[in-house]
């Protein structure tokens, strides 16, 4: 036990070797709690992950390590938080997460979540502590309401709102515009790139490529206040993502756009799906490189994986999305795609040391 108060304790949640093993039973449960607690905040799962996912994306990597803990109220799990410590780059952040069930807010559990986290980032020598919050709150530009659950706690706490990203959605339904968009973007770009598209991995000739692409995710796309620094990617951290992925259950289609002149790939874009959601799909990374931007390699590759995901997942009809609301190049191409404004996510930090 990590630490006690009246009406509840804190206790650190050792991860199992396999969800159905007899050492699973706590990790399931709580894993049923999260589900409870998406299901408070946007009234469906859409945004929950599956067992699996969480089991295999909390586990260390030589890139990350991620410590667990869970609030009991008598014999139930009442509350979850984590943090989260970069080893490679950003070694001054921790991103942390606190979760109460609703009917058990207000009676401090969520305070000694969020200390217990806190206290393992410190002791990790972490001096900026970095959170993210979730607000079912409609259309733009409502933003992230400061008298949100969430970003109340956050602001009691000492905490700034330094982002706010807007969560879309995508009826697949919803594609009347999407043979002008192809037509346009193939007028722009044919002449000088080409879409290459595979599933899960990366081949071997292109790896080290988009290495450089990913790494270029951490500074070439909007951070708001957030203090990120360049993320050091190769292909050994390319092909761990991947690996982690697959544990999770997930399917990955990347399109990517390749500069004929040079051969070097300068676009992609990860769409995810997880059959543990059937229906589902969400759109993950999208970035053009500096240099090749102005040539509608952005709506090229979205487009292209978007065709690929209706040819082979016909039955997926909702793709999800989130982009921070100053990438207003990206997010103008989501809304011509049919992407719809269904909440955001605020984005937030703390200097402790």
């Not at 409870?36 to 945004?47: D, I, K």
């Not at 806190?118 to 979730?134: H, K, P, S």
């Not at 002449?191 to 292109?206: E, S």
């Not at 990517?256 to 070097?264: E, H, L, S, V, W």
């Amino acid at each position: 036990m990590t630490g006690q108060v009246p009406d509840f304790s804190i206790h650190e949640l050792h991860l199992p070797e396999s969800l159905d093993g007899p050492d699973g039973k706590v990790f399931r449960e709580l894993s049923s709690v999260m589900d409870s607690m998406v299901l408070e905040t946007w009234g469906n799962l859409a945004r929950a992950s599956s067992a699996q996912a969480r089991l295999a994306g909390w586990r260390d990597t030589p890139y990350v390590v991620s410590t667990n803990f869970f609030a009991r109220v008598g014999g139930n799990i009442v509350g979850h938080a984590s943090c989260q410590v970069p080893l490679k780059d950003n070694v001054h952040t921790a991103w942390l997460q606190v979760e109460v069930l609703e009917r058990y807010r207000g009676r401090g559990i969520g305070s000694a979540l969020l200390g217990t986290v806190e206290d393992v980032a410190r002791a990790q020598g972490r001096r900026v502590l970095q959170a993210r919050t979730e607000h079912p709150t409609g259309a733009p530009p409502a933003g992230v309401p400061e008298d949100g659950p969430g970003a109340a706690f956050c602001l009691k706490n000492g905490y700034t709102l330094e982002q706010a990203t807007r969560f879309s959605t995508l009826d697949m339904d919803h594609n009347a515009e999407w043979a002008r968009l192809e037509q346009a973007a193939h007028t722009k770009a044919d002449a000088d790139y080409r879409v290459l598209a595979w599933t899960d991995r990366c081949p071997p000739q292109y790896v080290d490529n988009m290495a450089v692409l990913m790494g270029r995710m951490s500074t070439d796309t909007p951070a708001g206040g957030l203090e990120i620094e360049a993320e050091d990617w190769d292909a050994a951290r390319v092909r761990q993502l991947e690996d982690t992925a697959l544990a999770e259950g997930q399917t990955a289609l990347v399109a990517a756009a390749q500069d004929r002149r040079t051969g070097a790939l300068v676009a992609y874009t990860v769409v995810y799906l997880d059959p543990a959601k059937p229906g589902i799909a969400e759109q993950d990374d999208t970035l053009v490189a500096k240099p090749h931007r102005g040539h509608g390699l952005g709506m090229l590759v979205k487009l292209a994986n978007l065709r690929r995901l209706q040819a082979e997942y016909p039955a997926v009809g909702l793709v999800m999305t989130s982009n921070a609301e100053e990438n207003e190049h990206m997010l103008s191409i989501n809304v011509q795609l049919g992407f719809k404004p269904a909440g955001y996510d605020g984005e937030w930090q703390k200097r402790i040391i």
